[in-house]
């Protein structure tokens, strides 16, 4: 079965403390993997795109990697804004929706 | 700011009644998404729509229908509501099949 899951469910870091969140996904034929960042009540807001292994993004203190397997998202010197849930979605090959894990916590404490 | 607009914010209504939700996908883009995401909860896809045709359905409940206008705007109706109808319902859009960005929400709240 075809299925995102994302670890860990929730992290607490101190600010300035680095550390990696995990997606690892089955799927016949990876199409696109997706990273978005959700605040309480507000809609998904977009990351990265990545589509191939060994492919990696970066966007301030972010920085998102792909593996056959499995894609972090690795956050460098943390503030208290970047505290929020992040969602990582998987599009296949022949399928246009896509397969969402549900999400890791993150709070940074300042 | 996405680009993708929906409206109302926020409904409040009752059990049984029927409501609708608003979404303008953003310009150039084809395809519409719509999600639900109760409290607590994580995404559940509902419907795609794609330049007016329905191109794949999620979860979606028989008491719950969408459709895809002309203009590429798109409207979720949702009757017979029930108390657990209350959440937050997303739209997304995207160009076909490629990154989808999602609206503000709206969020729904059923007494």
């Known amino acids: 079965e075809d299925q995102v899951t994302q670890s860990p469910e929730a992290l607490r870091l101190q600010e300035g403390e680095s550390s990696s969140l995990n997606c690892s996904y089955t799927?016949?034929?990876?199409?696109?993997l997706f990273w978005y960042r959700q605040d309480p009540g507000k809609g998904p807001e977009f990351l990265f795109t990545?589509?191939?292994?060994?492919e990696e993004k970066e966007k301030e203190r972010l920085k998102a990697t792909l593996t056959k397997k499995e894609s972090f998202l690795h956050i460098t010197a943390p503030k208290p804004e970047d505290s929020a849930t992040y969602l990582c979605?998987?599009?296949?090959?022949?399928?246009?929706?896509?397969?969402w894990g549900a999400g890791t916590k993150l709070i940074i404490k300042p | 700011d996405s680009g993708v607009t929906q409206t109302p914010k926020h409904l409040i209504t009752a059990t049984g009644q029927r409501v609708t939700l608003r979404c303008s996908p953003r310009?150039?883009?084809?395809?519409v998404y719509w999600y639900q995401q109760s409290l607590d909860q994580g995404l559940q896809f509902l419907i795609q729509?794609?330049?007016?045709?329905?191109?794949a359905k999620g979860n979606i409940l028989e008491r719950f229908s969408a459709q895809q206008f002309p203009d590429l705007h798109s409207e979720l109706n949702l009757s017979s509501l029930e108390l657990g109808d209350s959440a937050l319902y997303f739209c997304?859009?995207?160009?076909?099949?490629?990154?989808?960005?999602f609206g503000p929400g709206t969020r729904l709240t059923v007494l």
């Open positions: 729509y794609y330049n007016g045709e329905e191109r």
């Open positions: 979605a998987v599009r296949e090959d022949s399928n246009y929706q896509l397969i």
């Open positions: 799927v016949s034929g990876l199409r696109g």
């Open positions: 997304a859009s995207s160009v076909e099949g490629d990154t989808q960005y």
């Open positions: 990545l589509y191939s292994a060994g």
């Open positions: 310009s150039g883009d084809l395809s």
